[in-house]
């Protein structure tokens, strides 16, 4: 080989040996950048802004905003699958909009109540005295109001000519009383009739001349409080002359407003005091409740009857006075409350944001049902549990982002599944959900004998259900579920082998579930769990009133394979799965 041969097969050694060196160096590297910047590529779906979340592009680029540059969303955050009623913000964006969340508390539903109202007449012991017969008033024996009658007492003199001549009817019927004695005894009546005493009319018979005047004469004892005739003034039969009112006893009536009402009812009791007699309590209890509200100042009188015991109360005293009482709900006597501030409105709806225990920050739409409120909270009747944490601050904020990201909100309501059916049948279907659960632990220890005593219970309850309580679509639906889970009962029943009865239990678990999402619940949380490997690996649905995962398909084979898929809460309303899920909008 000549020298110049070998010169070239060396430079071409080189360069191979320096080609090779760098592959080694930069190639190895080009080719992991690549492929990371395609997995990166790939794990990117769209770009949103910290501060903005609903603004979501499918490239980089600058909030339109804000001018923040825009952050990736990773696939698994912004997936298909999200529920609509959840909305993940960043911690960023929470701080900014100042979000603060308070735990749902119980509460003793119990409120003293703070009215205002007067002290009134006792309208039960006022007396009117009326003329009984026409006549001029020739003389007054009270003649102000205030003054205090006895019962009997002279009141007036009253000058009625028409009683002058019915003397002289009684007079001439007494000479002839023997003859005559029912014209003598027509003449006394009427008289009678005229409320003359028995001792005036035997006055007017024995004397000689006629009785030109006759006194008129209380009726009850008590306080003039009107005077309605005057000297010389003429009065015909029923004519109001005087009322007289007895002070032993007086009211108290109080205004409740439409939101007070709840905590209002008859045989509470009422302590109050009377600016006039200060360093006093006086206590009495709800006698009644006026069942109309006045229209002009959206209130209703509540009344409270109190002994007076020598007239120290009068009638026209402000009175300030609370009352100590329970609310006529729904809860139970470990009631839950949630903050009025966490609360929005619209229509018949009531809206909570509840934060989402996971790792990236999350707030969930509850709807809720509402009790009377109480201070600066409101009773909650279904919807939350104890512990939960619902946002007080910044709601309007959270549900703003949520109409923004297209999730549902407090204006875009999903259609509901819920029926409305009457609280006795719901208590009755609660029932056979009881059953039920014995049913589903009997599966869980694989206890054939037991699932087959438990599916007979079940049976019995779903034929005390009534279902004359329904009707029209109500009663159609029940009609739809009642014949598949009676048949997978007895099927269950007859059933041996506990993978048989696994199947038919598979069946009824659907059906309850239908039901209940249909008709609500009474308990205070029902869980939907799932497991994926049931049923040939197809997947099974059941319910539990335990958070904890007892599998009712595998037992102690696979005693906790499974999750919570949905939890139901009473007075929850279930939205439609048929409803679509409203698509997410996106800026670009």
Known sequence: MTPRNKRTLKYLAVALGGLLLGWLLFGGRTTEEAHDHAGTEAGVTEYTCSMHPQIRQNEPGKCPLCGMDLIPVSAAGSSGEASPYVLEMTPEAIALANIQTTAVQPANAGNE???????QLNEQKVSSITAKFPGRIERLYVNFTGQEVRRGERLASVY???????????????????????????????????????????????????????????????VVTQRSVAVGDYVSTGTVMF??????????????????????????????TVPGIPGKEFTAKVAFVTPVLDASTRAVQVRAEVANPGNQLKPGMFANASIKTAAQTKTSSSALA??????????????????????????????????????????????????????????????????????????????????????????????????????????????????????????MVLNKVDMSQLDGSTHAKWMQLLPTMESSAAAIQKEKAVEKQRKSFETISIHLIDAIETFGITEDAVYKQWCPMANNDQGAFWLSDQKEIRNPYFGQTMLTCGEVKQ??????????AKEPVPAREHVH
Not at 250 to 271: I, P, R
Not at 366 to 384: I, K
Not at 567 to 576: C, H, I, L, N, S
């Open 160 to 222: 009625a000519p028409d009683l002058i001549s019915a003397q002289r009817e009684l007079q001439e019927a007494s000479k002839s009383r023997d003859l005559m004695p029912e014209l003598y005894q027509a003449a006394r009546t009427k008289l009678r009739l005229w409320n003359l005493s028995n001792n005036q009319i035997q006055r007017i018979e024995n004397a000689n001349e006629l009785i030109t005047n006759f006194d008129i004469y209380s009726d009850a004892a008590g």
């Open 113 to 119: 109540l703070t009215l205002s109202g007067t002290v």
């Open 243 to 272: 009322e007289v009112a007895n002070l032993s006893s007086v009211w108290v009536v109080l205004d409740a407003y439409e939101t007070d009402l709840a905590w209002v009812k008859e045989g509470s009791t009422v302590n109050f």
């Open 338 to 459: 949630v903050p009025r501030t966490a609360v929005l409105w619209t229509g018949k709806r009531s809206v909570v944001y509840v934060k989402l225990d996971q790792e990236t920050p999350a707030f969930e739409m509850r709807e809720v049902t509402l009790g009377p409120r109480l201070g600066d909270s409101y009773l909650v009747e279904g919807g939350l549990s104890a512990g939960e944490q619902v946002v007080t601050n910044g709601v309007f904020a959270v549900d703003g982002a949520a109409q923004l990201s297209g999730n549902y909100s407090m204006m875009s309501a999903p259609a509901t599944k819920t029926m409305e059916v009457p609280a006795a049948f719901q208590e009755q279907l609660n029932n056979a959900l009881e059953s039920y659960y014995t049913m589903k632990d009997a599966l869980v220890a694989s206890d054939a004998a037991a699932a087959s005593k438990a599916a007979a219970s079940f049976t």
């Open 567 to 576: 939890t139901y809460r009473k007075g929850q309303r279930v939205a439609d």
